[in-house]
């Protein structure tokens, strides 16, 4: 593994672990103000405002009107996170390759008329026992 390599893994994995971390602290943050609301209202159910009734009927009513924008908003993420595995699956297949052909030797100059070098190629990897 040469020098550039080995600096450029290490530099990717500083990029991921960076990534990871500012995604834990965006979670915690977020779960820290999911518990201060439920935190404030169970306070407002114990002092009597709001009521009980109260509450069930603004959920209810907020389930009503936006349970499906939420439920197409998760499928929009799903079909997200799904594009962006491919992506990312890619656009690795693609370095991998780029990385394989630049350490691959170079074949040598056919002398014959065609280019021909005198021996058929098979067929390539992708292309075997992949017929259905």
Request: proline share 5%; aromatic share 6%.
């Amino acid at each position: 593994m040469s020098t550039e390599t080995t600096e450029e893994l290490a530099a990717e994995i500083r990029r991921s672990w960076e990534h990871f971390r500012t995604a834990t602290v965006r979670i915690a943050e977020l779960q820290t103000a999911m518990w201060g609301d439920c935190a404030e209202l169970m306070t407002g159910l114990l002092n009597g405002k709001p009521t009980w009734v109260d509450v069930s009927k603004a959920y209810w009513q907020f389930v009503g009107d936006e349970g499906v924008k939420f439920a197409s908003a998760l499928g929009g993420l799903g079909i997200d996170y799904a594009r962006n595995v491919v992506e990312l699956t890619r656009d690795h297949e693609r370095r991998l390759c780029e990385q394989l052909r630049a350490s691959a030797p170079e074949a040598a100059p056919d002398d014959r008329p065609g280019g021909g070098g005198g021996t058929k190629a098979g067929p390539s990897p992708r292309s075997r026992g992949t017929k259905r």
